[in-house]
């Protein structure tokens, strides 16, 4: 079931978005060499909770921490620990804000210090990915357009689509319908309408898309040990088009 948003949730949950972007925009120059991922959880969960937002994250299913924090194999539900980032990792952040009700939901991948010609393809591959997705979140549109555009995009770069996690439809709860594969054949999948608020959020690794879970239960890694990055936005589909909530400009 779909829960069609109104102006005014639309609203609340572009405040939420706002405060998200800019723990985004900190974390730009707050990740370097030497700096350990809880020290990046700590920084974000400080800067959501001074703009008066709670960390959904914690608690969601007994998950730990405000942030996933995932480097190189790490795919997603990666856990901040006392782990030293080093030049030439990469790491996304993931997060869900909730302020005054509004939820939204953002993740982002950084390069370590410097980071090789390789890595940098993948970080920008993987965010045009995204870009191509929100491209086609237009009214009349079915939602496989989505995965669609972004798989075939990515694949004939030599790229693939992490296929065990997808985007969703976020209001009252961090997970809603519709389910948002980000690969797939177009003109599938429900139409997409205004009111319509769901995530596109695509992982996409150098290797095998397969994944093993760690002996935490969360943390989702490449089988082969390729590296993988994410870009995630929360977007609205408004009278006026699509809506970047967690826009970062
Ligand atoms: N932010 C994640 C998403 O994109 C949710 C992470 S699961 C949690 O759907 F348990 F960590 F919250
Ligand atoms: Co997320």
């Known amino acids: 079931m779909i829960y069609l948003k109104t102006e005014e949730q639309i609203k609340k949950m572009h405040e939420s978005g706002k405060l998200l972007a800019e723990v985004h925009k900190n974390l730009r120059s707050f990740i370097k060499p030497g700096v ?90 993987t965010k045009e990915s995204l870009y191509r997705g929100i491209e086609v979140s237009i009214e009349g549109n079915r939602i496989g357009d989505i995965g669609n555009a972004i798989q075939s995009y990515v694949e004939p770069l030599g790229y693939s689509v992490v296929r065990d996690f997808v985007g969703h439809g976020i209001g009252k709860s961090m997970h809603e319908d519709p389910q948002v594969l980000h690969f797939g054949k177009p003109g599938r999948g429900q139409r997409i309408q205004k009111g319509m608020v769901f995530t596109i959020e695509p992982m996409i690794n150098t290797g095998d898309w397969k994944v093993k879970i760690d002996d935490n239960e969360w943390t989702a890694r490449t089988i082969d040990g390729g590296m993988s990055a994410q870009y995630e936005h929360t977007i609205a589909i408004t009278e006026n088009g699509v809506l970047i909530l967690t826009e970062q400009d």
């Open 36 to 125: 350990t991922t809880m020290e990046i959880n700590n920084f974000a969960e400080k800067i959501i909770r001074d703009g008066g937002g709670i960390p959904e994250q914690i608690g969601y299913y007994g998950y730990p921490y405000a942030t996933c924090t995932s480097v190189n194999d790490e795919v997603c539900h990666g856990f901040p620990s006392d782990r030293v980032l080093k030049d030439g990792d990469i790491i996304t952040v993931d997060m869900v804000v909730n302020l005054d009700g509004g939820l939204s939901d953002s993740a982002w991948s950084y390069g370590v210090g410097e980071i090789s010609k390789e890595m940098q393809e993948l970080l920008d591959v």
